[in-house]
């Protein structure tokens, strides 16, 4: 009997408290704790910028919150200033000890002529083991932001057995195929394939392209609600090199990218919205990272080529209750502000974002082509006359400001939607000396009846040319699943060639919190 009452106490007593002990033992592990240190740069000039970038890199793809923590880089170069000479295997112990790290990395990275290199491991402190090695040896620089992606990936394996991805990105490449996208009336057979697709968990509100960081190398720049992403080709892929996170709250809504202070680096052009007004910055490149040169300014802007201009930079005020209000400007910087010039002439409803002015005849005349408020597009003369106005919807965008409108009675205290025009632009796209006018045309099977809710299947991107009587696509992509957000034309791959960059968000955050986007390439020539 008392063996049975022993027993009883130790399967309602002491098991739980044993079982939850386990369990508590398992779930409370410590973090992880790395340090990162300074690569060494053998070069014959300075890569302190690719130190720091690399250090970045590795920061932001091994850090997990609650599994693996990254001492912050200022506390590691404090620490390594202590240990005198080049870092070494030993050396690097110690540093590691010192910071109380359970691993530490170490590396290098040789430049010699066009030829670089780059070696670099992870290192267990408590038993001075290797567990990770990487090497890449390549002709310029296209290798070393793909080895440090793979090195991360492999230490994120090896010390939690968590497998990523890149920012949380799943990639597939099509085979490459050059006309990919359709000039209308030919046969779509053989022609529908891009050239390239990444997928993206994220919702992209905006896409541009430049050389940001004045490696002579076009750059893709992303944005999402709260963050810009740039990435660069590198071995048949774009790679995320950056993120710059907003702060206070931050709403971005439009991207564009421009060397407009002439020193052969682009900046980046970022509109970003408060609860009733703008939250505008530019981000610069200072040869180790991206600096907000412009910051909290109150205009809405865009870069947009003008004729007898070229690239320019456009602003709008926003009013109290949410809309946009007054003239659009061209901007000028006046150092870290941004001040208003002259008006530009616009047709009624013409906003910052809506609107591209060029010679649609070839005759001089400067025309104005808008995406009016309920999505139609419209031709105007310098005299603002309506040429034409299409049939059909154009644009479809999914990103809005509130309009809070003190003459609508509301149930709630929630504010209209007004949506911002799709990316409109310029190019020419067949080489005639004429430009085309590039916009998207997102489908909606509930059309644009409801007007806070959207809902789009899928989209297209049109090069479309004056005929004399009105605006005909010559030129049309393939159907784009879900909402076409953002499109640029640029060499991406830095092959000496055009493409067509396109972005489509094919799953919004607002369905079950999961957003997913895809990015396509088509190749132009």
């Known amino acids: 009997m008392k063996i049975k009452i022993t027993f009883l106490l130790f399967i309602l007593v002491v098991f739980p408290v044993w079982t939850l002990a386990q369990a508590r033992a398992a779930g409370d592990e410590p973090a992880k704790r790395i340090a990162v240190l300074p690569f060494a740069m053998n070069a014959d000039r300075d890569l302190t910028f690719l130190q720091s970038g690399i250090m970045d890199m590795l920061h932001s793809r091994l850090a997990w919150k609650g599994k693996v923590e990254v001492f912050e880089k200022g506390a590691v170069q404090r620490a390594v200033g202590t240990v005198p000479g080049p870092l070494d295997k030993e050396k690097a112990l110690k540093v590691g000890n010192a910071l109380n790290a359970d691993y530490v990395i170490l590396g290098s990275l040789t430049v010699f002529g066009d030829s670089v290199s780059i070696d670099a491991k992870i290192l267990d402190v408590a038993k001075g083991e290797e567990l990770v090695t990487a090497f890449d040896q390549s002709k310029g620089m296209d290798g070393v932001i793909p080895t440090v992606n793979q ?40 022609r529908q394939r891009p050239s390239y697709v990444q997928r993206y968990k994220l919702e992209i509100r905006g896409l541009a392209v430049g050389d940001v960081d004045g490696d002579g190398k076009t750059e893709l720049v ?38 407009l202070t002439g020193n052969g680096v682009a900046e980046i052009y970022v509109s970003n919205l408060t609860a009733a007004n703008a939250s505008t910055f530019i981000l610069e490149w200072d040869g180790s990272n991206f600096r907000e040169s412009v ?71 400067v025309y104005t082509t808008m995406l009016g408020p309920f999505e139609h597009l419209s031709v105007f003369t310098e005299q603002g006359e ?85 605006l005909v696509t010559n030129w049309v992509t393939p159907k784009l699943s879900g909402t076409a957000v953002g499109y640029q034309v ?10 067509l960059i396109a972005a489509s968000v094919t799953s919004e955050s607002y369905f079950l919190g999961l957003p997913q986007s895809r990015l396509v390439i088509y190749d132009l020539k």
Request: proline share 3%; aromatic share 12%.
């Open 386 to 470: 309506r040429l034409w106005k299409s049939d059909d919807y154009f644009g479809g965008s999914l990103v809005f400001m509130d309009y809070m409108d003190v003459n609508v009675n509301r149930m709630v205290q929630t504010g209209a939607r007004i949506f911002l025009p799709s990316p409109i632009f310029l190019y020419d796209v067949n080489e005639d000396g004429k430009e085309e006018i590039v916009v998207c045309q997102n489908h909606s099977k509930v059309a644009r009846i409801f007007g806070d809710f959207r809902w789009f299947g899928s989209g297209k991107v049109h090069f479309m040319d004056w005929d004399g009587a009105g």
């Open 222 to 259: 992303l944005i999402d609600k709260d963050t810009v992403y740039v990435y660069k080709w590198a071995r048949n892929r774009l790679v995320q090199v950056k993120d710059i996170k907003g702060t206070w709250s931050p709403d971005f809504i439009y991207v564009t990218v421009a060397d």
């Open 151 to 190: 090195f991360a990936e492999d230490i994120n394996a090896k010390i939690t057995g968590k497998k990523v991805y890149p920012s949380e990105q799943r990639m597939e490449e099509a085979p490459r195929e050059w006309g990919s996208i359709m000039a209308v009336g030919e046969a779509a057979e053989g």
């Open 295 to 365: 910051k909290r300014e109150s205009w809405l802007i865009r870069v947009a080529d003008l004729p007898h201009r070229g690239k320019t930079l456009l602003g709008q005020r926003r009013s109290a209750e949410g809309k946009y209000v007054g003239d659009v400007h061209v901007l000028m910087r006046r150092g870290d502000r941004l001040v208003a010039g002259e008006a530009i002439q616009l047709p009624k409803d013409g906003n910052v974002f809506n609107f591209v002015k060029s010679d649609l005849e070839g005759k001089g005349a």
């Open 490 to 499: 640029a060499d991406i791959d830095n092959d000496g060639r055009p493409e």
